[in-house]
């Protein structure tokens, strides 16, 4: 039986009682937990060895992970509801977990990065990344959409080529010239672009049918302001599409790329669009780089 003097000293640290409230509900692993929690491996495993040496949490092997789960008996659950009203994190903590177990679910995921890993690495005749983005753009019905923090204006030109009109959105004059100027010499009279910031667009409430961040998201100063000013722009029922880097710890993009994020986890980004407005958003992770420093790119989908 743990000592009850030693549980309420290990219930008067936050972070172990959040660990705790997670336990209650999923057996997890360090790795799930540090991503729920978002703390370090070397502070999460200290935490994690103190409350299993008071009796409060139990591991098991189960493969290469090491599973932990709330110990039956260990912990009067009572007062770890009644704790759980004075942690603030709590609430994101159960978003957090939500997704967390999302992923375990969703086994077809590994299976098509798997897939999509092999694509392109043998030769084919005729089968190109080119040829698939061809196909897939010209699928897209005629639309209005909004491309924002699109620098050069590559991906609205090629979505111009299908669209009912494309607005090109960015913030640096020069890269607003050279779009428009390719756009004219391309004929594509239906793709406009226009100079200003993710926070402020230029665009007329509730006018567009379709709006896409293509990693532009982590030059905003505020993403949650960016996800608004996307959200009203939109008319009901438009979509949000994002694709950005997933969190990372090269600090040298801030300088390299003029980063002013480095990424977002998939939790941050549900709580952007979330508080924008957005539902039915769903969060991925669709490719990762095989030269360091492996930046992995995440894909967001939502709607107003």
Known sequence: MPSVLKSLRLLADPNRLRILLLLKQEELSVNELQEILGTGQSSLSTQLSQLKNAELVEDRR???NILYRLKPGGLNLDLLREAAAEVPEAAQDQAALH??????RDRMRAYFDELAGKFGRYYVPGRSWQGVAEMLLRLIPPMV???LGAGEGTLSQMLARGARQVIAV?????????????????????????????EALPI?????????FS?????AQHPVQAAAEAYRVLKPGGRVVLLDLLRHHFEEARELYADLWLGFSEVEIQGFLSQAGFHSIQTSIVHREPESPHFETMLALALK
């Open 215 to 219: 990693q532009s998201l982590h030059h």
């Open 204 to 212: 007329e409430s509730a006018s567009i049918d379709l709006a896409i």
């Open 62 to 64: 189960n493969g290469k």
């Open 99 to 104: 997704l967390v177990l999302e992923k375990r």
């Open 145 to 147: 959409i909004a491309d």
């Open 170 to 198: 960015d913030n640096a004059a020069k890269m607003v010239e050279f779009g428009s100027k390719l756009a004219r010499e391309h004929g594509l009279t239906n793709l406009e672009y226009r100079i200003g910031d993710l």
